[in-house]
T-cell receptor
Framework: DAGVIQSPRHEVTEMGQEVTLRCKPI?????LFWYRQTMMRGLELLIY????????DSGMPEDRFSAKMPNASFSTLKIQPSEPRDSAVYFC????????????FGPGTRLTVL | QQQVKQSPQSLIVQKGGISIINCAYE??????FPWYQQFPGKGPALLIA?????SEKKEGRFTISFNKSAKQFSLHIMDSQPGDSATYFC?????????????FGKGTHLIIQP
């Protein structure tokens, strides 16, 4: 299995631009999670999906952030407009139904907003 | 508010020594306590996990000790090796209580000196 796939691996953009991060979970996994990692705040859960349905988005910092999962093999996290404080590493993770609590993380997308 | 407090933030251990990282939690409903290991440029990966019905779990050189009454758990790395140098995160969740994501500690940056 290829594991969780994220793209791009690195993104540099200017303040005010729209940013879209992409994730392909492990096939057969029913749960998908988006996390943000910074030095100050550590790993923060932003949102998670079960069977493509958003379950809890209470971690999404602002309305500028949105996430979708149009099908079982693809999810996006969008930031519009982006701000310098959004600079972080964004991780996607997936988990199979029967092993809910073991999450398999992707390699992350390092976002820099200038 | 669900929190997991982790210490120390950073740790330097000599090769062959014992590395000890501690975590404390507040929510008594937590019943699953994993440790994740993260190497630079990679996503976190599950290292070892424990449920509160046991006080200790050992896998190779890695041991989790769990103290339910004190609401604390710790990771011990015996015979620490330079390849163990990484960031370690403790986490907690409610395994049987629904589909919550993991609540992570802030992480410990471990350096094993040769």
């Amino acid at each position: 299995d290829a594991g969780v796939i994220q793209s791009p691996r690195h993104e540099v953009t200017e303040m005010g631009q729209e940013v879209t991060l992409r994730c392909k979970p492990i096939s057969g996994h029913d749960y998908l999670f988006w996390y943000r990692q910074t030095m100050m705040r550590g790993l923060e859960l932003l949102i998670y999906f079960n069977n493509n349905v958003p379950i809890d988005d209470s971690g999404m910092p602002e309305d500028r952030f949105s996430a979708k999962m149009p099908n079982a093999s693809f999810s996006t996290l969008k930031i519009q407009p982006s701000e310098p404080r959004d600079s972080a590493v964004y991780f996607c993770a997936s988990s199979p139904e029967q092993w809910l609590n073991e999450q398999f993380f992707g390699p992350g997308t390092r976002l820099t907003v200038l | 508010q669900q929190q997991v407090k982790q210490s120390p933030q950073s740790l330097i251990v000599q090769k062959g020594g014992i590395s000890i990282i501690n975590c404390a939690y507040e929510n008594t409903a937590f019943d699953y306590f994993p440790w994740y290991q993260q190497f630079p440029g990679k996503g976190p990966a599950l290292l070892i996990a424990i449920r509160p019905d046991v006080s200790e779990k050992k896998e190779g050189r890695f041991t989790i000790s769990f103290n339910k009454s004190a609401k604390q758990f710790s990771l011990h790395i015996m015979d620490s090796q330079p390849g163990d140098s990484a960031t370690y995160f403790c986490a907690a969740s409610m395994a049987g209580g629904g589909a919550d994501g993991l609540t992570f500690g802030k992480g410990t940056h471990l350096i094993i000196q040769p």
